[in-house]
């Protein structure tokens, strides 16, 4: 991955454009607030379905790094529930998946969450756990679920996951559409289809049921492939906690003073006093 210039980024020959890697309407108010609205009046649970949220070239070139992950970089996960393939989080194969997660985890973008959803704060999961190349094969499927709670290491309470797809072509018939189900768990209310350079945005909480449960019927050389990240909320009354300033051990009275005023200070203190001031500044400057 290189620098080709000030605008561009080059990676395998493609040029991507450095002020368009992300949408630009990340940074307008009035698209923002639009998101919002969309956000709160979504059914069944909280989520927004966002198209071309990324550089379709950048979207491409971490598409074509799915090949580039060995046979022995899948975790497979087989059980009745479910039936996909997710590579190993911290093996990304190449560059533009790294751009992609580093994008998705930078500051700018979490500002854009945090306006979107109303969140005072998202804490990032750099080793991004539950996310990273998720892909389902031929008669792959994953049940209804919830996803998890809290993260397994940090604790830190899961607020929300993305979802970009990355599949040309797709093929209705195919099946592979997520499904978004009531709270009661009877009906799909929403279905996304999979399709290349669609995101979803599903905020995490007791109702958010989800998932493809029906397996997948497509030529076997073909795959539903995606990539995934959570994002968590800070600590409740992190604020409270503690100081939020900076608190510097050494006193800073030769700052405060000048030289004539301690001279002043020294002829009218009782030796005594200054003494004990002095032995006392020595034991804080140790």
């Not at 395998?12 to 009046?41: K, Y």
């Not at 397996?215 to 050389?221: D, I």
């Not at 030289?259 to 020294?266: A, H, K, P």
């Amino acid at each position: 991955m290189n620098r080709s210039d000030d605008d561009f980024i080059s990676i395998r020959g493609a040029r991507l454009p450095l002020r368009a890697l992300l949408d630009p309407r990340i940074r307008d108010a009035g698209f923002v607030a639009s998101l919002r609205r969309r956000l709160e009046r979504a059914a069944p649970f909280p989520h927004l379905i966002l198209h071309g949220l990324f550089h379709p070239l950048l979207l491409e070139q971490v598409s074509t790094e799915f090949e580039r992950v060995p046979a022995d970089g899948w975790r497979a996960y087989r059980n009745r529930h479910e039936r996909t393939f997710r590579a190993s989080p911290l093996a990304l194969p190449g560059p533009a998946s790294r751009l992609y997660f580093g994008l998705v985890n930078s500051a700018e973008f979490i500002r854009f969450l945090c306006r979107v959803t109303g969140s005072d704060a998202l804490v990032v999961d750099p080793d991004l756990f539950g996310g990273g190349l998720h892909e389902s094969r031929n008669g792959g499927h994953f049940g209804i679920h919830r996803d998890f709670d809290r993260h397994p290491q940090t604790g830190l309470r899961n607020r929300m996951v993305l979802l970009t797809y990355l599949n040309k072509d797709w093929n209705g018939d195919w099946g592979g559409e997520l499904e978004l189900w009531d709270s009661e768990q009877r009906a799909c209310v929403t279905r996304v289809a999979p399709e290349f350079g669609v995101s979803l945005l599903m905020l995490h909480g007791p109702t958010s049921y989800h998932g493809h449960p029906a397996p997948l019927r497509m030529p076997a050389e073909t795959a539903r492939r995606s990539l995934a990240s959570y994002f968590y909320a800070a600590p409740e009354n992190s604020a409270a906690a503690g100081e939020t300033t900076t608190e510097f051990l050494q006193p800073m009275l030769r700052h405060a003073f000048t030289w004539g005023t301690i001279r002043l200070l020294r002829r009218w203190t009782p030796p005594a006093i200054w003494d004990a001031a002095r032995r006392l500044r020595r034991s804080w400057n140790r």
